[in-house]
C-alpha cells in the first residue's frame, strides 16, 4: 500500500492505510492466476507482497511509485490490496486504465456512497471468502488485525477465475 501525496486534496485517514496482507491471502487468492500474466501491484507499502508473488513464479510489477500518475508499459491485471483513505479516487483511477482487476476491499466499506455509482455501472464481481484475512501493521509485524474483506473483481471472467478463486476460499 502507498502513500499517496497529492497537494492539499484531504484523506479521510492515511496513518489507517499502512497494514500489510499476509501470505497466505496471497497464495489463495494467485492459487488460479494463469503464471503467463503480468501482475501489476501498485501499492508498495513494504514491497513484501511483490516479492512473495515473484517467489510464486509471477512476473510482477511492483515498483514505489504513484498509482494515480503512473502505470507499466506492459501489465494484464492489478491484484492487490490498496490504501482506502481515498475510494473514490482508487475506483476512478482502476477504472481509466480498463482492465482488469482484483482488490481486497473492507466489506464495512462495500455500499458507501463512494462505491455505489462503481457498483451499478461496471456489474462487479463480488467474492466474500467465508474466514477473516489478517493484515499486519508495517511497523510491527507481530501487530496482526482481522478484518472482513472481499475481492472486488472486474473483467476476470474470461479467465474462468471467479469460480476457481470463490472454490478457493470456501
Given at each position: 500500500?502507498?502513500?499517496?501525496?497529492?497537494?492539499?486534496?484531504?484523506?479521510?485517514?492515511?496513518?489507517?492505510?499502512?497494514?500489510?496482507?499476509?501470505?497466505?491471502?496471497?497464495?489463495?487468492?494467485?492459487?488460479?492466476?494463469?503464471?503467463?500474466?503480468?501482475?501489476?501491484?501498485?501499492?508498495?507499502?513494504?514491497?513484501?507482497?511483490?516479492?512473495?508473488?515473484?517467489?510464486?513464479?509471477?512476473?510482477?510489477?511492483?515498483?514505489?511509485?504513484?498509482?494515480?500518475?503512473?502505470?507499466?508499459?506492459?501489465?494484464?491485471?492489478?491484484?492487490?490490496?490498496?490504501?482506502?483513505?481515498?475510494?473514490?479516487?482508487?475506483?476512478?483511477?482502476?477504472?481509466?486504465?480498463?482492465k482488469p482487476f482484483i482488490i481486497l476491499y473492507p466489506f464495512v466499506s462495500f455500499y458507501q456512497i463512494a462505491f455505489r455509482p462503481y457498483d451499478i455501472r461496471y456489474n462487479y464481481k463480488i467474492i466474500t471468502p467465508r474466514k477473516r484475512f489478517s493484515f499486519y501493521k508495517t511497523n510491527n509485524k507481530n501487530n496482526y488485525t482481522f478484518s472482513d474483506t472481499i475481492l472486488i473483481c472486474h473483467n476476470i471472467d474470461f479467465w474462468n477465475l471467479e469460480r476457481k478463486i470463490n472454490h478457493n476460499f470456501l
Open positions: 500500500m502507498f502513500k499517496h501525496q497529492r497537494g492539499n486534496q484531504k484523506q479521510s485517514d492515511p496513518t489507517r492505510d499502512d497494514y500489510g496482507t499476509n501470505m497466505e491471502v496471497w497464495d489463495t487468492i494467485f492459487k488460479d492466476i494463469p503464471k503467463d500474466k503480468i501482475i501489476w501491484m501498485p501499492f508498495y507499502m513494504d514491497g513484501k507482497c511483490g516479492d512473495y508473488v515473484r517467489s510464486l513464479g509471477y512476473q510482477v510489477v511492483h515498483e514505489k511509485k504513484d498509482f494515480y500518475k503512473w502505470q507499466p508499459d506492459k501489465w494484464d491485471i492489478i491484484i492487490d490490496n490498496p490504501p482506502f483513505s481515498d475510494k473514490p479516487m482508487l475506483l476512478s483511477r482502476l477504472h481509466q486504465l480498463d
